[in-house]
């Protein structure tokens, strides 16, 4: 059993701008956004306070997000959990057939995160992040 809260919705945008401009008539406000030119994505997060979207812009056609993102304009593409352990919670997610996407774990903002594959690839990836101590 993985003992983890909801700490965001992870959606890929063609367009970051337009995308946070919809949502800020809903009460989401731009707390962050980042252009990481070398993953080929602009990454903000969203927020009204209490509940977090994080936002991805492909930047090229040739990255993983881009072509998850095909021809819709958005797409949800994560759920991501806080944990306690994250090597533990990677294990027990194997154990169920989730398996470590490429790259993974990593030190993010926030934390050392990882995204996991789900079985069969037909439902959503799960993030996990294990946040940094303050």
Excluded at 30 to 40: C, D, M, Q, W
Excluded at 57 to 72: E, N, S, V, Y
Aim: aromatic fraction near 6%; charged fraction near 20%; hydrophobic fraction near 45%.
């Amino acid at each position: 059993m993985v003992n983890g809260t909801l700490d965001h919705v992870g959606v890929v945008v063609r367009d970051f701008e337009a995308t946070a401009a919809r949502y800020a008539r809903l009460g989401l406000r731009v707390a962050s956004k980042l252009v990481l030119t070398e993953r080929g994505v602009i990454r903000g997060y969203l927020s009204d306070g209490r509940n977090i979207v994080e936002l991805h812009q492909p930047l090229r056609a040739d990255t993983p997000l881009a072509a998850f993102l095909g021809g819709r304009d958005e797409a949800q593409h994560h759920l991501c959990f806080a944990v306690d352990n994250l090597e533990a919670a990677i294990a027990a997610l194997a154990a169920d057939g989730y398996a470590l996407a490429p790259g993974s774990p990593w030190n993010g903002s926030r934390g050392r995160n990882a995204y996991l594959d789900p079985p069969g690839g037909n439902s959503l990836v799960l993030e996990l992040v294990e946040k940094y101590q303050a």
